[in-house]
């Protein structure tokens, strides 16, 4: 397999723990939600999601978190297997960033920790800029 084809994995990897978290926030959620007895006016009005406990809060807001600084991870990786500038670097530098953002996942949707969830995101970030350096690199070098 062509080195630069292997970064579909860590990209389709990242899309999976995308929608595992859409599915978990779901089964968190649906069950609040019924239990509240919510109306269909009530699921228009956002204070309805604000009551719901912190265990179907956070599935919710990493959920959203996984579409921010991933989208950058998505871009690069297809620059990459576009430009056929990849490498074992990146894809290396790529499966680093999908872990930090299991982790980062696990901590969100479970308890939590603020100081803990933040160190993760902010290796997930550095290794994204890392990825830009070096596809930079690797595009002005030839």
């Known amino acids: ?38 109306t269909p006016a009530q699921l228009q009005d956002r204070k ?12 919710s807001e990493n959920l959203k978190n996984l579409f921010e600084v991933p989208v950058l991870f998505f871009v690069l990786s297809f620059c990459a297997l576009i430009t056929g500038l990849g490498g074992t670097m990146m894809v290396t530098l790529a499966w680093i960033f ?23 995101f902010l290796l997930g970030v550095i290794v994204v800029i890392v990825m830009l ?7 002005w070098m030839g």
């Open 1 to 38: 397999m062509n080195v630069n084809m292997t970064m579909m994995g860590p990209i389709l990897a990242q899309v999976a723990l995308t929608l595992i978290v859409l599915l978990y926030m779901a089964s968190r959620r649906l069950p609040a939600l019924s239990a509240m007895r919510a």
């Open 48 to 59: 309805t999601f604000d009551e719901l406990p912190a265990g179907c809060k956070y599935p």
């Open 98 to 120: 999908v872990a930090t953002r299991v982790v980062h996942s696990f901590i969100h949707c479970t308890y939590n920790n603020v100081m803990h969830r933040f160190l993760v």
């Open 133 to 139: 350096l070096l596809l930079v690199m690797r595009f």
